[in-house]
Every structure is written in C-alpha cells, then in structure tokens.
C-alpha cells in the first residue's frame, strides 16, 4: 500500500472531533476521490494524513508524497524560479533532468513568462498551477490534492487531467478531493464518500451504486441519496 489511513478520531482538539472511523488505503497507481458535502470532514481528513491535527487517535502510514492544497502557500519575496531552486535543494535529483522538467511544465503551464516574479502576486489559478508544478517535480509515489479542479481555467484543468494520468500510469497513488463529481467519476477509480466525519461509502462506482440503491445512478445522484439526511441527524 502507498497511503494506509485509519483513523479512530480526529479533530482540532480533545473537545472538538471532527473525524469517526475513517478507514481507507489506496495502492500504486490508483486514483481515489474523497468526496462529500461541504463541512463533510475532507480537508480534515487530508491534515490527519499530514500530520497536522491537534488531537488524532489512529495511524497514517505514507510512502514519500507531494501534497497541494487547496490555498496555495508560497515563500514571502521569493520569486517562482528560486522556489523550484529550492525545491532542487532539497531533492536529490540529477539537476539537467530535473531543469529540463521544471521547463517543460513551465511552458504547459504557461508560466514560462513570470518564472522571475513573486508567486504571492499571481492569480489564485496561477498559484495553484505553481503549486501542481513544484508537487509533480518532487517525483512522489503519493500525491494529496485538495480541491484542484476549482480556480483552474479548462485548458489548465486539461494539462492537470493529462499529468494526474501520466503520474497514475508511472505509478503514482492519488488521493483527491473535490466537489466536481462528473470529472472524478470520469477519472477516479475508487471513491470515498464521507459526511458529517464518517464513511458513508466506498469503493468503485459500481460499489456506491450498490450502497446508494441507484443501479445506474451518476456519482452526483449517488452522493445525493447517500448524503441527504447525513447532515440533519446529528
Ligand atoms: N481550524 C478549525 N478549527 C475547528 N474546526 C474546524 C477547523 N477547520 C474546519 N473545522 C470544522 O471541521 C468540520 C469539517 O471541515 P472540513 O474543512 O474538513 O470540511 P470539508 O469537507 O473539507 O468542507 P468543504 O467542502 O467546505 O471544503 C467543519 O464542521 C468545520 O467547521
């Protein structure tokens, strides 16, 4: 397994527990979607994989990963080129190669043209494509991704779909959250379904068929029957 997550509870204090046994893991080269309604608990769930949460009672086992979050983070007076230098740093990597991709996804991305100005200026679908680059340059076995698909314009949501696939073909494991559900059924091989902290379902479309009643149902009407009530019962 490249990402094993079970987790008892979890919350942002002893007093506040957000998460109730959320259990999943996700292999080589697999693409998972964490979905649910707003407030559901993904982002919560995604700083439990990280490490980053007050109070978590369970266990996270992750091989090497990149994580890109939904608000992208950058360095305060460093421009977008000594970011990916620094990125190299802490990397060891051959440099040429490594230059050579840097490039490269510059010139996808079209940020070729800014590389020596400050990302904390750019457009918010600007620092989110920064954020992708410098994740897919780290070569992980394991990406976590917070929402990507909202802030990207079609062209960049393209480009990511492409290297999401490449990364999986390469034999990356991805987990993905995001309230785009005809994209991540598209794409996504298995789902997890959570709401108000806890599992509702999980597993292949055909899976959440199964658990939602709805045999040839989409993923957003699937999500539909499966979370409606969640919210209102406590
Ligand atoms: N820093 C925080 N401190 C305390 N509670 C928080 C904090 N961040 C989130 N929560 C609470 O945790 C619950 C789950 O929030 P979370 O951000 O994980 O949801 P989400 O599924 O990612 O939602 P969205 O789709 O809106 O991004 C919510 O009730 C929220 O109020």
Redesign the pocket.
Known sequence: MFLTADIQEAG?SED?I?LKDIRFAISRGELVGLI??????????IKAILGILNYMKGEIEAREYSYIPERPIFYERITLWEHIDFLLSTLETDKKEFYERANGLLKTFQLSHVIHHFPESFSKGMQQKVMLILALLKKPDVYIID?PFIGLDPRAVKELLQMLHKEKENGAGILM?T?VLDTAEKICDRFILISN?KLVSSGTMDDIRKDSGLLNGSLFDCFDVLTTGENNDG
């Open positions: 942002y506040s957000i649910g309604p707003n407030g559901a608990g993904k982002s919560t769930t929402e959250s309230h902290g």
